[in-house]
């Protein structure tokens, strides 16, 4: 207990799945979080679940009017902010043939660019006293998908992106590390909406279930540990790494 004690963390997406899940273990950890999504109404669910540790606030991540909103919002409501977890994420179904560009915008408006902003915010605001950035990617991010050209471009864009923020905050002394967290196979609502929007979606589920050697499904709490591990000073060495947490799919 109380590995994040005096941590402030801006959670993008944390009113479900892998965000909600961060939001619960870092409270559990002693950090204060604000809870940031789309979703106003599921925010303020989960913040009322943590308690007084958490607060929430509404968050478009491809709108960085947004974005300077809910940065406001954490430092009004805590007085500072040291970690920033970018979990907010959509999953398209699409090969180069199939997909449409309007597609291809939204997942890179979201995936990426919503990335890049909060990134470029949270390096502004922490690199005076320091700070930990993480950044959720896909093993899709470094194994493509044949099947998914705009998620795996737009995952393998956030891998390099952390590796570039790492070291440019390292090159100038700041103590504002970046890593990147690449789930496997993880039961979320993202993940099921997108099961049931393809024509077979037992028999897509089932080709899914093969991905993890260990032959389990993988929980939101899962990725959830491993981001409390980056946020706390037991990785403070740890910065431009990517964190793979899939069962072993990228050992094959």
Not at 91 to 107: C, F, Y
Not at 189 to 214: C, G, I, K, N
Request: proline share 2%; aromatic share 4%; charged share 20%.
């Amino acid at each position: 207990m109380g590995r994040c004690n005096d941590r402030i963390a801006l959670v993008t997406g944390g009113a479900s799945g892998i965000g909600a899940a961060a939001a619960r273990l870092l409270a559990a950890q002693g950090a204060r979080v604000m809870i940031a999504d789309r979703d106003a109404e599921k925010g303020v669910k989960v913040a009322r679940e943590i308690g007084a540790a958490a607060q929430s606030v509404r968050l478009d991540v491809a709108d960085a009017a947004s974005w300077e909103a809910a940065v406001a919002a954490t430092l009004e409501a805590f007085g500072g902010w040291t970690v920033l977890v970018n979990s907010a994420g959509i999953l398209r179904h699409g090969s180069i043939e199939s997909e449409s560009l309007e597609d291809w915008r939204q997942i890179m408006e979201i995936n990426v660019k919503g990335t890049w902003r909060g990134c470029k915010l949270a390096v502004a605001h922490m690199k005076e006293a320091g700070g930990s950035i993480v950044n959720l990617s896909s093993i899709a991010g470094i194994e493509a998908g044949s099947d998914l050209c705009a998620y795996s471009v737009s995952k393998g864009a956030v891998r390099l992106l952390t590796k570039s923020i790492a070291l440019y905050c390292a090159d100038r002394g700041w103590q504002v590390r970046c890593n990147s967290v690449h789930p496997g196979i993880i039961e979320t609502p993202m993940l099921h909406t997108y099961f049931a929007e393809q024509p077979d979606p037992e028999a897509e589920r089932a080709a899914w279930d093969q991905v993890m050697p260990l032959g389990i499904r993988g929980e939101p709490e899962d990725i959830g540990h491993m981001i409390v591990y980056l946020a706390s000073d037991e990785s403070r060495l740890v910065t431009g790494a990517e964190m793979v947490v899939d069962g072993g799919a990228m050992a094959r």
